[in-house]
């Protein structure tokens, strides 16, 4: 028990350390997608049905990407150029059945959570919302009042629905390493690998991919304004679309690199170390 939990606190070194010594696969690996994105990300310029086809690409994109690092983190960088787009299929399929079984757990929580709102904060607004009917303007009024009057509330709220996230993800935080290294798609195969560590997990993640990610998207407010809008401003990256479509994929660009590089690279060499300590001898 003492070596897995010098092998989780030590994850975070492990990780830095594979970033630091395969910089020039993590550039052009990171640039590759950049360019990838950057062209998927323009579709969204020609209609809204294709916006909804760039984002999955963008994600499918993404997957690829972080199966290369943890190709190279598990095999090293020259082996993972010759297995990426294998090892990018059985990531994506892995992650999109831990996705459909976090979207279900999320669904039948929000039955009990709901029931809880309607017994309490809800109550002083639901004669309210039978007077509104089916006017949906006022329905939304009276929504807006009620988040705006119950912050406290729904941040509470919105903790609640990331601690599970994070506790659940991080239960099934080896099923893209394994997928990679068994050579065929292992999701809850991974739960119980983990089981008495998941919350040195989550530690190791909070302490890597937090401050990572709090950096990335400074980066990343700075680059748009450097393009003159603000890239959490939904409005804003629209009217620049059509005002300097030019330079919202330039920006695509050095986004896209950004996010690949500092922050994906990390996590698959987080996850990479964890599932090398981890796993169990017969797996």
């Not at 690409?57 to 787009?85: K, V």
């Not at 109550?123 to 929504?143: K, N, R």
Request: proline share 3%; charged share 10%; glycine share 8%.
């Amino acid at each position: 028990m003492a070596a897995d939990a010098g092998l989780v606190q030590g994850s975070v070194g492990a990780a830095l350390r594979f970033v630091r010594e395969n910089l020039r696969f993590v550039a052009i690996t990171a640039a590759i997608f950049a360019v990838a994105s950057t062209a998927i990300a323009a579709l969204s310029m020609l209609g809204q049905t294709l916006s909804i086809v760039a984002m999955v690409g963008i994600g499918l994109a993404q997957t690829f990407a972080y199966a290369a690092f943890l190709g190279a983190a598990l095999f090293g960088a020259q082996a993972a150029r010759g297995r990426w787009s294998m090892d990018g299929w059985r990531v994506w399929s892995a992650m999109a059945l831990i996705g459909l079984f976090l979207c279900i757990v999320m669904i039948v929580l929000t039955i009990p959570v709901s029931i809880a709102l309607a017994a309490g904060p809800m109550v002083p607004y639901v004669a309210d919302l039978q007077a509104a009917g089916s006017d949906q303007a006022a329905v939304m009024a009276v929504m807006t009042r009620f988040l705006n009057e119950n912050a406290g509330v729904m941040l509470l709220v919105m903790l609640f629905y990331g601690v599970v996230w994070l506790l659940l993800t991080s239960r099934l935080y080896l099923a893209a390493p394994a997928s990679v290294e068994a050579g065929r798609m292992l999701t809850f195969e991974t739960w119980k690998w983990t089981r008495g560590h998941t919350l040195k997990i989550v530690g190791a993640r909070l302490m890597l991919l937090l401050p990572a990610y709090i950096l990335m998207f400074a980066l990343s407010a700075l680059v748009s304004r450097v393009f003159g809008f603000n890239a959490l401003d939904a409005a804003s990256v629209q009217a620049a679309t059509t005002a300097n479509p030019v330079g919202v994929m330039i920006y695509q660009l050095i986004n896209g690199f950004i996010v690949t590089a500092l922050y994906a690279s990390l996590e698959a060499g987080l996850s990479a170390h964890l599932y090398r300590g981890l796993k169990p001898p017969t797996a």
